[in-house]
């Protein structure tokens, strides 16, 4: 399981900082997609969505929820192990919640 604090992927004007490594981009752009779609629908729960498992070889998709009282939006992979916590979301760029 991943716990993630998005905060420690972002640059000082609140983007996905250029310096880093390809993988660790990629996996901040994956979180990003997660906060995205997960905020859109705050904070009713979301069982699935369309987002592609990013663990080699694996064809599931992404299930996201909410866990309220730790603020964090939990996510895992409807066919593989992959999982993990996202914190540090709350007013990033990808935050919809109004």
Known sequence: MFISNLTHFL??????AKEM???GREHASFLALIIDTATKVYPALIDSTEI???KKRCNGT????????????????NNCS????ISGWQGTKW???K
């Not at 909410?66 to 964090?72: K, L, P």
């Not at 992959?82 to 916590?85: N, Y």
């Open 52 to 54: 592609r498992c990013m």
């Open 95 to 97: 935050d919809n919640r």
């Open 82 to 85: 992959e999982g993990g916590k």
């Open 11 to 16: 640059d000082e004007e609140g983007n996905i």
């Open 62 to 77: 992404i299930e996201i929820g909410f866990d309220i009282e730790n603020e964090t939006i939990e996510w895992w992979c």
């Open 21 to 23: 490594h390809k993988e």
